[in-house]
T-cell receptor, first 113, second 111 residues
Framework: EAQVTQNPRYLITVTGKKLTVTCSQN?????MSWYRQDPGLGLRQIYY???????DKGDVPEGYKVSRKEKRNFPLILESPSPNQTSLYFC????????????FGPGTRLTVL | GDSVTQMEGPVTLSEEAFLTINCTYT??????LFWYVQYPGEGLQLLLK?????DKGSNKGFEATYRKETTSFHLEKGSVQVSDSAVYFC??????????FGAGTRLTVKP
């Protein structure tokens, strides 16, 4: 089954404790993105990757890092999480860019205390 | 800058009612326009898209027409079902790697 998986689905952590949210897709897609969803703001792009070893900042990259060492995986790293990063996070992939259909993972709900 | 504005919810309708969710955009050039739907507890799914003026996207009984003269992409369905209850997002790809989502409109359909 074609899908995007994310782990964990739920995470409660404390300020400053490094964490990684994993994302994997099995559709051989070139393009992957991370978004955060906050009430009243819709989704905002954090980082994106056009291919292996090619990543760039989206609209709200501060406090986040990503890597793309393999085509299928695109982890999101919070080196020192803060309470303002409490949000619902989605990973998405598409064939070659944002004009194509994006396939979204199920989401990761993160709470930073 | 580029942006999307969609009608605030929540919207509550009875089954078989007509649905309109308004979406207007601000962008230069010729953006691609999308409607995504998010069912409870799930990620977003593409509902329909349009890539140029006067294009009509359609899927599962939903329709939206790309109107450049009014910079709009309103979502419509003639007869909603309980299973259409979800959050609907209008989105804009003005160029390259830029994607703008509206705030989302929550639809509840009652039997």
């Amino acid at each position: 089954e074609a899908q995007v998986t994310q782990n964990p689905r739920y995470l409660i952590t404390v300020t400053g404790k490094k964490l990684t949210v994993t994302c994997s897709q099995n559709m051989n897609h070139e393009y992957m993105s991370w978004y955060r969803q906050d009430p009243g703001l819709g989704l905002r792009q954090i980082y994106y990757s056009m291919n292996v070893e090619v990543t760039d900042k989206g609209d709200v990259p501060e406090g986040y890092k990503v890597s793309r060492k393999e085509k299928r995986n695109f982890p999101l790293i919070l080196e020192s999480p803060s309470p303002n990063q409490t949000s619902l996070y989605f990973c998405a992939s598409s064939l070659s860019g944002l004009a194509d259909e994006q396939f979204f993972g199920p989401g990761t709900r993160l709470t930073v205390l | 800058g580029d942006s999307v504005t969609q009608m605030e919810g929540p919207v509550t309708l009875s089954e078989e009612a007509f649905l309109t969710i308004n979406c207007t955009y601000t962008a230069t050039g010729y953006p691609s326009l999308f409607w995504y739907v998010q069912y409870p507890g799930e990620g977003l799914q593409l509902l329909l898209k349009a890539t140029k003026a006067d294009d009509k996207g359609s899927n599962k009984g939903f329709e939206a027409t790309y109107r450049k003269e009014t910079t709009s992409f309103h979502l419509e369905k003639g007869s909603v079902q309980v299973s259409d209850s979800a959050v609907y997002f209008c989105a804009l790809n003005p160029r390259g790697n830029d994607m703008r989502f509206g705030a989302g409109t929550r639809l509840t359909v009652k039997p």
